[in-house]
């Protein structure tokens, strides 16, 4: 996930493109399993499925340019970590919230629905806000730690992580921002209702962050042989 030595320009263009993409497969894969089924755990698993996919393959492939953040969750954990600045921080989030709303507006229009509906579902409470954060932290810990021993792991351990947090967290793990925010514009099965997004990024965030001190602490400075009476 590090970043490559590509032009700022191309870097926002990939975290836009994939974040675009990203969402239109969790929003159109949802709307297709609505239709498909009446089966509520039917639909969640091919939602999971197309979501976890997607999300290897758009990171094997943009991660080369930008470092596949499509997260602000993630693009704070790097600026935490100073491996990129805040002004790229900043234009990084700011595509990859655009990009997400352009996905949700992408899968509307490839089934023939509004391009904007705002959402009714209600996803809110201490639980659901607790499930963001563990979300969150699990996504970002996964990423640092792999980019620690296995980088070109990255994209399927983070496609498995998702797939799994799906199914044991309360809030189907979001665990992304830009996400959270662009799934409030569709009022179908991912949909959340916008007032709930705020409490959602909130969380995100503070998992995230948190997940950087626990890995830095976790590996910290090894110890020499001598050191350690090895």
Do not use: K
Not at 37 to 60: E, K, P, Q, R, S
Not at 66 to 93: C, K, M, Q, Y
Not at 160 to 186: D, E, M, Q
């Amino acid at each position: 996930m590090r970043d490559a030595p590509f032009a700022l320009s191309r870097r926002l263009a990939a975290e836009a493109v994939g974040t675009c993409l990203l969402v239109t497969a969790v929003v159109g894969s949802g709307i297709m399993a609505e239709r498909l089924t009446d089966d509520v755990a039917v639909a969640l698993l091919a939602n999971t499925i197309a979501t976890g996919a997607a999300l290897m393959v758009l990171i094997a492939s943009l991660g080369p340019i930008s470092g596949a953040h499509f997260n602000p969750a993630v693009t704070l954990a790097f600026l935490v970590r100073r491996d990129i600045s805040a002004r790229e921080g900043a234009a990084f989030v700011g595509v990859q919230i655009a990009g997400g709303i352009a996905g949700t507006v992408l899968a509307h229009l490839m089934f023939e629905l509004s391009a904007v509906d705002a959402s009714t579902t209600i996803r809110t409470g201490g639980a659901q806000w607790l499930a963001e954060g563990v979300a969150a932290f699990g996504l970002v810990a996964t990423i640092l730690i792999a980019l620690r021993y296995r980088p070109r792991d990255i994209p399927w351990l983070v496609g498995l992580y998702i797939t799994a947090a799906y199914w044991f967290t309360a809030s189907t793990s979001f665990a992304n921002p830009a996400v959270a925010i662009a799934r409030g514009f569709t009022d179908t099965f991912s949909g959340i209702r916008p007032g709930d997004v705020p409490g959602f990024v909130a969380a995100e965030l503070v998992g995230g962050v948190i997940a950087v001190l626990a890995v830095r602490w976790l590996f910290g400075q090894r110890q020499t042989a001598d050191e350690s009476g090895a």
